[in-house]
């Protein structure tokens, strides 16, 4: 299950690459003028769909990691798309938005966890007590399990 996880990963990776690869070429090879560089051009691509994936990568795993991730690389898009048609300051204050907005995603999603372990209240918290009481059932399961060895009679012992 896991493999197919990262399979799919993988596949949405180098899609994105290619993608971003194919605009920056066509912008370079037959000038579109979208924005200033084909080079540019790629990194805003490159950017904007491994944000997507860092960001849908945050809701399913529920790590602040990636939502951290997602912030950075589209609020770098949303800047670079924006800059060449409002002036830079206004970019700017979008950006600590679109920052904000992603970081109160990230503490709704994912704060709660290292909460949850600070006051022992994850589910998979357990007591000393019960971790002890775990072992001993353990124990007692491999006691009752285990075969007693065979006895080995030496040349020496006469019957």
């Known amino acids: 299950m896991k493999t ?3 399979l799919v990963l993988a596949v949405l990776s180098i899609c994105v690459l290619t993608i971003s690869l194919t605009f920056a070429l066509v912008d370079a090879l037959v000038p579109l003028d979208v924005w200033t560089h084909p080079l540019l ?3 805003f691509c490159a950017a904007v769909g491994f944000g997507i994936i860092a960001m849908c990568l945050g809701f ?4 602040p990691w990636y939502f951290f991730l997602s912030t950075v690389l589209l609020g770098l898009a949303f800047f670079y798309a924006l800059v060449q048609y409002i002036p830079w300051w206004i970019c ?3 950006v600590v ?9 990230s503490f709704m ?8 372990i600070a006051l022992n209240k994850s589910p998979d918290y357990k ?6 009481a775990e072992e001993a059932a353990k124990k007692a399961e491999e006691k009752k399990t285990e075969k007693p060895l065979p006895e080995i ?3 020496k012992d006469k019957d």
């Open 92 to 94: 700017v204050l979008i």
């Open 127 to 132: 007591t000393f007590e019960q971790r002890k």
């Open 4 to 6: 197919k996880k990262n």
């Open 109 to 116: 999603k994912a704060g709660n966890q290292t909460e949850d």
């Open 153 to 155: 009679k030496s040349f």
């Open 60 to 63: 399913t795993k529920s790590l």
């Open 97 to 105: 938005v679109v920052w904000a907005i992603f970081g109160i995603m």
């Open 41 to 43: 051009n790629f990194l």
